[in-house]
């Protein structure tokens, strides 16, 4: 996995670098701070990572993170109440965002939007696949993407400017201001606009209603004393999206319209204190907040239809240490707690969680084709049971050619706050559903209320509480470098999930519908094999790079009921037994997907071609047996391709860009909401620094 | 709660055939095979709601249950329902057993769960059991689709039932729509309830 990195660096350097620097000029410069929380060379971590440099951003013509993420090797996108990633199989809602290294905050039905973060000033991203609860905790089950934003280290301005269909319109400056030699400011702004996009004309609904959204982000460092050094970071993002759209209610239409409201921001202020040369203390403050506002009303009477808000805030307190033990060893511990509180219009009152914890990671090189990483991490929460999250990894360099990792981590989510905490009565249909924290509560008022028909479960047996769901994986994988500038590189993965949770009636209503709560039920693994592959000719003017991944997601329960005589219902047969063959494993998950990127540079020119795949993936079970099975119950498999051509002028000050996203214009209304067809745009940065 | 039963005198259509479901015929022959008749009931109307044929909002349903009698495939009214002589109610998604809190006869159930209906020729070795405070016997037979918003039968989800006049019986509930569509569930009115059964000999598993 560990080319896989190497593969996306940019092809900037390998282009630049001669051949003489060959071992490899396509490692040289690539470090990663997500595996470690130290600044480790990318060849170094015996981990799965991947980065994604600021020349890859910029040529791909993508304005925000889900664009990037698409066209990345077992990466796939997916659509519930937001676009998010689903990694080596596993739902959106298991990927930790972190933004600097910190968590970002504010997910929808377990989804964080991905749309909401601009690549404005992003200087790179780093993936790191398979659990890494070990470091970061809670949410860190299917892996993490850090977005570490730019730093300048020279006085200047810089302007970005991209226009395209659908009026999109994408507008950042950056500017950055040297401290004498001690410190530095950087400060970014961005605007955002897009009319939205209508994959179904034939409704009255947009597929996507007009949104426009600001970003600002902020960052002073500042050396203090020789030993002491500060920074201060922080950033502001604000969308409003025009709702306009059609509500049935009881036999009755009406058009509803309003305005949503999203914003987040955070400031994180971070001390450095290098007691000696080997031993770095590092005290992080962090504070984010995330705010949703709807007002929504129906246009022929300007009545109220719904106002809704929901606010939820994070504090994080941390203290890392650092011991360079000797050559060989580097000892890193940290210590620091978490609490988050929520207000909502769909919660009773506000909540608030909190989380202690600490860890520990060991980095040893025993050997010099050795590196040995062990980490453990002990959380213990509020409102479940603490956890105890252990890591270990080993790389093994054979020669300067051949490269094999393996590595073991568990990984868990906490129970979402919803899930706690939620008390949602559905107004049309009638049905209610409760957290299991505030379950024997509510569960006795609608009782008083006479709204309880018969209880199933008594929520006092529910007192125990959700269990955090969890993870074990394995990674194992291995790379050969080529001396002619290409790569490939393999990776299996395996992991084992438990306690998924799921939704379960614990009582009828006197309106006969049901009340649900939450419960640990589900058992599922995934399963599969990335590969990689890069080669740079005609002396690095072109390089080519290829991914693919195959992937196995099912349900084990499933599974066991199939060996049990799970019966189908066959569309041509009609009922009859089940057949691991049958079985299409989870939603959702495609068991093919590969991307090929081209990319050809000459003098001031540049231009790429990449083209995405995903096969099949089945989006709901339409025959009644509550399993994918039938061919109808999947989606079509397809392809994107996108064209991005560029050119520099006044010594690379300028730069002029033009691209076409999905040029066959594939959409699919039903499954791919998030894909708006073909569409185009111009662009231009200028940048000035002395 | 059998206060409330009320029925209405609809139309059963009850469509019986032979069929020879026994797999094992010719690797145990029995000299007297029992005559094997699966009875299939469509459109069992269980609390149905009413639409307004102006397009106006459909009157809810009363939340009175429908009585059923597997002996001669019959409706039992509700002012016969003392008598004890019914084995099943449907309202809704709820299937409950006249014993227990939901009636004064002595019908029990047991659930036999990934089988097809013609590969249970016995009566199961389970126990059988009423409904209860903590639950119905028979509350798993379906799954709520979230994606469509529909009742689907667990294909697998065989109802054994202890009947009020001591006989066994095996049923699978095929469908929860009126006319048992196979697509577009959402589109056809439901609490129609379309299940088969067969009466199974004494021999025990």
Redesign the interface.
């Known amino acids: 996995m560990i080319f896989t990195l190497v593969c996306c660096s940019s092809l900037v350097y390998a282009q630049e670098s001669s051949r003489d620097s060959l071992q490899s000029h396509m490692e040289l410069s690539e470090f990663v701070v997500t595996a470690t929380r130290s600044n480790r060379k990318l060849s170094d971590v015996p981990i799965p990572v991947m980065l994604i440099g600021k020349e890859q951003i910029q040529s791909s013509g993508a304005s925000r993170l889900d664009e990037i993420l698409a066209e990345q090797t077992g990466l796939t996108l997916v659509s519930d109440h937001g676009v998010g990633i689903q990694m080596q199989g596993m739902a959106a809602e298991y990927c930790l965002i972190l933004i600097n290294g910190e968590p970002a905050i504010g997910r929808t039905a377990g989804t964080f939007d991905l749309t909401r973060i601009s690549l404005s000033n992003v200087k790179r991203i780093e993936i790191i696949k398979g659990p890494s609860s070990s470091l970061y905790g809670s949410d860190a089950l299917g892996g993490v993407i850090n977005i570490i934003t730019d730093n300048s280290k020279r006085n200047g301005v810089h302007l970005q400017t991209k226009y395209g269909k659908y009026h999109s319109f994408d507008n950042t400056l950056t500017g950055s201001l040297m401290l004498n030699n001690s410190g530095s400011v950087t400060l970014s702004a961005n605007r955002f606009h897009s009319d939205g996009y209508d994959l179904s004309p034939e409704t009255y609904d947009k597929t996507v209603d007009p949104y426009t959204s600001y970003t600002f982000r902020g960052k002073i460092n500042y050396q203090v004393t020789p030993k002491l050094k500060a920074s201060l970071s922080g950033h502001y993002f604000s969308e409003k999206q025009d709702n306009n759209y059609i509500a049935e209610e009881?036999?009755?239409t009406s058009v509803i319209k309003g305005i949503g409201k999203e914003k987040d921001g955070s400031v994180n202020a971070i001390f450095s204190y290098d007691f000696t040369p080997d031993w770095h203390l590092k005290l992080r403050n962090y504070w984010s907040q995330y705010k949703t506002k709807s007002e929504l009303f129906k246009t022929k009477d300007h009545s109220a239809y719904e106002n809704s808000y929901f606010t939820q805030t994070l504090w994080k307190e941390e203290l890392q240490s650092k011991n360079v033990l000797n050559t060989k060893q580097v000892f890193s511990s940290g210590i620091g707690f978490t609490r988050e509180s929520v207000v909502a219009s769909r919660y009773t009152q506000k909540e608030e969680l909190s989380d202690y914890y600490l860890y520990l990671q060991h980095e040893w090189h025993p050997t010099s084709s050795w590196n040995i990483l062990t980490g453990l991490r002990y959380d213990y929460p509020s409102s479940y049971h603490s956890q105890l999250s252990p890591k270990i990894a080993a790389q093994y360099k054979v020669d300067d050619h051949w490269k094999f990792q393996a590595s073991f981590g568990t990984g868990y989510k906490a129970p979402a706050l919803r899930q706690l905490f939620l008390t949602f009565s559905n107004s049309v249909?009638g049905y209610s559903v409760l957290g299991t924290k505030v379950a024997g509560r509510e569960l006795e008022n609608m009782k008083q209320a006479g709204m309880i028909q018969?209880?199933?479960?008594d929520p006092s047996k529910m007192a125990d509480g959700l269990k955090p769901e969890s993870s074990a994986a394995y990674n194992f994988g291995g790379s050969y470098t080529g001396y002619s500038d290409w790569k490939v590189s393999v990776n299996f993965f395996r992991n084992d999930i438990k306690n998924l949770i799921d939704t379960r009636?614990i009582a009828?209503k006197t309106n006969?519908q049901p009340l649900y709560s939450y419960y640990n039920v589900h058992r599922v693994y995934t399963e599969g094999a990335e590969l990689n592959g890069q080669i740079s000719l005609l002396q690095h003017k072109l390089t080519l790079r290829a991914g693919y991944q195959f992937l196995i997601a099912r349900d084990k329960n499933v599974v066991a009921?199939i060996k049990?005589?799970?019966?189908?219902?066959d569309p041509e047969t009609g009922?009859?037994?089940a057949e691991l063959s049958d079985y299409g494993g989870l939603f959702n998950r495609s068991k093919h997907s590969f991307n090929v990127k081209a990319y050809y540079h000459y003098h001031s020119w540049a231009i790429n071609a990449r083209m995405t795949y995903r096969s099949r993936f089945g989006?709901?079970?339409?025959?009644?047996?509550?399993i994918l099975d039938a061919d109808k119950e999947y989606a079509s498999g397809y392809a994107l391709v996108h064209l991005n051509a560029e050119k520099s002028f006044l010594n690379n000050k300028m730069t002029i860009r033009a691209g076409v996203k999905n040029i066959f214009n594939y959409t699919d209304s039903q499954h791919l909401s998030y894909e708006p067809g073909r569409t185009w745009y111009i662009g231009a940065s200028f940048h000035l620094y002395k | 709660m059998m206060k409330n039963v009320t029925l209405s005198a609809l139309l059963i259509m009850a469509v019986i055939f032979a069929g020879s479901c026994s797999k094992d015929d010719d690797k145990n022959p029995s000299p007297e095979p029992t005559p094997q008749t699966v009875t299939v009931i469509k459109d069992l109307p269980a609390d149905p709601v009413v639409e307004?044929p102006d397009?106006?909002?459909?009157s809810g349903?009363t939340?009175e249950f429908t009585l059923f009698r597997f002996s001669d495939s019959s409706i039992v009214e509700i002012s016969d329902s003392a008598a004890g002589k019914w084995d099943i109610g449907f309202?809704?998604t709820?299937v409950i057993l006249n014993s227990n809190i939901h009636g004064s006869g002595n019908v029990t159930g047991q659930v036999v769960?990934?089988?097809?209906?013609e590969d249970l020729t016995t009566i199961p070795g389970g126990s059988f059991l009423s409904d209860s405070?903590?639950?119905n016997v028979f509350?798993g037979w379906y799954?709520y689709?979230m994606?469509?918003?529909?009742i689907?039968?667990?294909?697998?989800f065989l109802l054994v039932i202890h009947t009020h006049d001591d006989k066994y019986v095996k049923v699978k509930i095929v469908s929860y729509y009126k006319g048992a569509p196979?697509?577009n569930?959402s589109d056809a009115p439901s609490r129609y309830y379309t299940f088969k059964y067969l009466f199974l000999s004494e021999e025990k598993e």
């Open positions: 009881e036999m009755d249909v018969q209880v199933y479960i009636i009828r006969g009921q049990d005589g799970l019966v189908i219902n009922p009859r037994y989006f709901a079970d339409l025959n009644g047996d509550n | 307004d397009g106006g909002r459909p349903g939340g309202q809704g709820t769960k990934n089988t097809l209906f405070t903590s639950g509350d799954e689709n994606e469509n918003h529909t689907n039968p667990n294909p697998g196979e697509e569930l």
